[in-house]
């Protein structure tokens, strides 16, 4: 056998590989979990529309059955709908997942075990985002083979990304649309055959039917298409494609409100909660909860906007103080999650030498992760693949430094963040040195290292800003703190 056709079988199996471990990882906290229940929380709102599409019921939520389950934490004011016992149609959320979690409730039913079948299938889709970053970083630094398998490991092998099986949340589906949209339009870019492109558009619009946030980068990857490409029928056939997908369910939700909306009429809250005066610009209780008891989507939305906008006039000055926040919030610890979920007793007690431990494991891979993906940024060339990686990066988190910032926002970024680290991994101080010769390259080192000492600052704060509620968290009684999300 030839060193190159070893060579090529390795490449092939690569990928499987990578999803098969990645896999492995994820069943054993979805089998450990095989009778793990949901909260009153978004992963409720998702099972309530999955149901409701499961028996023909259409997009609804808040059936009969499903009111003395919300009403004890948020009175619904129904009077103002004409309220239908099989639950109210709503336009609020996007619509894919509610989908994805609606077919595997037909095949495993309605009783409690549709959890652990959702969970099941999200086992999968987060195991294909290894294989997915591999096929990514070979586009992005071609012939850098070793970066490529060692970013897909890192995906594979990610702490919080093997747990989000257990969360019956959009995310699951989302991750692998921004991923699997990436690499069909770097796979297009390199063929131009406007069948690749036309697929890309597909998924950006399956993307867009998961989280309507994605339209911003999306509009500028095809904008990328059209500058630089310089493709402009492929970017008209890609937009074409987009369009295509999203229009039906705009047309419904344009009927449904009797004017013209969008995928999912939640903008107005999540700018209340946003720039709620005593908020901090991220999700938090108990305002959070100040406009779910408006069960009318067009109401809620109007009266959301008019109190952000008045929100805003009141105090002008403190939008550039939010976005600083959120900026800080989008990038922190990811510690949200284990936070909430350890004080409200979902695990029992853990001793403090295993809690500590426990936390390391989940918060310190994104610290070497964004730290590293910084300088391997400034040491990658301008190329339009690059370009493009900077867009999907500056339009997806944009929007959420002007509306609302969490943690785990990040996450649908990793792949693109951990692709340059891996670069600045394998490396290592030669190429930084060689990309310090010019001007430019010295230029972008210099960013690189005030981005890490901004993110240090921010991770620094934050765990100041925190202390007293870690201490309680590592107590005899940490468990019990009951801290609100």
């Given at each position: 056998m030839t060193r190159s056709l070893r060579w090529r079988q390795f490449a092939t199996a690569m990928p499987?590989?990578?999803?098969?471990?990645?896999?492995?990882?994820?069943?054993?906290?979805?089998?450990?979990?095989?009778?793990?229940?949901?909260?009153?929380?978004?992963?409720?709102?998702?099972?309530?529309?999955?149901?409701?599409?499961?028996?023909g019921n259409g997009f609804r939520w808040y059936s009969q059955q499903d009111l003395p389950l919300i009403q004890p934490y948020i009175h619904l004011d129904l009077s103002a709908v004409n309220y239908d016992s099989r639950g109210v149609l709503t336009s609020f959320r996007a619509p894919l997942?509610?989908?994805?979690?609606?077919?595997?409730?037909?095949?495993?039913?309605?009783?409690t075990r549709r959890f652990f079948a959702a969970r099941l299938v999200q086992a999968f889709l987060g195991a294909a985002l290894a294989p997915l970053t591999y096929a990514l970083a070979r586009q992005l630094i071609p012939g850098r083979e070793k970066a490529a398998r060692i970013s897909a490991w890192v995906i594979g092998l990610y702490p919080l990304l093997i747990l989000?099986?257990?969360?019956?949340?959009?995310e699951n589906l989302f991750f692998l649309l921004v991923l699997g949209s990436a690499v069909t339009l770097l796979k297009a870019a390199e063929n131009r055959d406007w069948k690749w492109f036309v697929a890309s558009g597909i998924l950006f619009g399956l993307t867009a039917l998961t989280r309507s946030?994605?339209?911003?980068?999306?509009?500028?990857?095809?904008?990328?298409?059209?500058?630089?490409?310089?493709?402009?029928?492929?970017?008209?056939?890609?937009?074409?494609?987009?369009?295509?997908?999203i229009t039906p369910w705009v047309v419904r939700n344009s009927l449904l409100l009797h004017r013209l909306s969008g995928l999912e009429n939640s903008m107005g809250y999540n700018l209340y909660v946003g720039y709620y005066p005593t908020g901090t610009g991220t999700f938090q209780y108990p305002q959070?909860?100040?406009?779910?008891s408006i069960v009318d989507d067009g109401v809620r939305e109007q009266v959301g906007y008019a109190k952000a906008w008045g929100f805003i006039k009141a105090d002008p000055a403190r939008v550039p103080y939010l976005i600083v926040r959120r900026a800080g919030y989008f990038f922190g610890l990811e510690r949200r999650a284990l936070t909430y979920f350890y004080s409200n007793n979902i695990f029992g007690y853990i001793p403090t030498p295993a809690l500590l431990a426990a936390s390391l494991v989940l918060l310190v891979p994104f610290v070497i992760v964004a730290v590293s993906s910084a300088f391997g940024l400034a040491s990658l060339r301008s190329r339009p693949e690059i370009l493009l990686l900077v867009l999907i990066l500056v339009g997806y988190i944009t929007p959420h430094l002007l509306i609302l910032a969490e943690d785990r926002f990040h996450l649908a970024i990793l792949p693109f963040l951990v692709i340059p680290a891996a670069q600045?991994?394998?490396?290592?101080?030669?190429?930084?040195?060689?990309?310090?010769?010019?001007?430019?390259?010295?230029?972008?080192?210099?960013?690189?290292?005030?981005?890490?000492l901004l993110l240090c600052l921010n991770w620094g704060g934050e765990l100041w800003r925190d202390a007293g509620r870690i201490s309680q968290l590592l107590g005899p009684h940490g468990n019990q703190t009951y801290f609100p999300y």
């Open positions: 499987l590989k990578l999803f098969l471990v990645a896999l492995l990882v994820r069943l054993i906290p979805v089998l450990l979990a095989v009778n793990l229940g949901i909260g009153l929380d978004d992963m409720f709102q998702y099972d309530m529309l999955a149901r409701s599409l499961a028996v997942y509610p989908v994805l979690l609606a077919l595997i409730y037909l095949v495993s039913g309605l009783g989000y099986p257990l969360a019956l949340v959009t946030i994605a339209l911003i980068y999306i509009g500028l990857a095809i904008l990328w298409i059209w500058l630089i490409l310089k493709e402009r029928r492929m970017a008209v056939a890609t937009l074409a494609a987009v369009v295509l997908v959070s909860l100040d406009l779910l600045a991994w394998t490396g290592g101080a030669a190429a930084l040195k060689e990309r310090s010769r010019t001007k430019i390259g010295k230029v972008a080192l210099i960013l690189a290292g005030l981005v890490v």
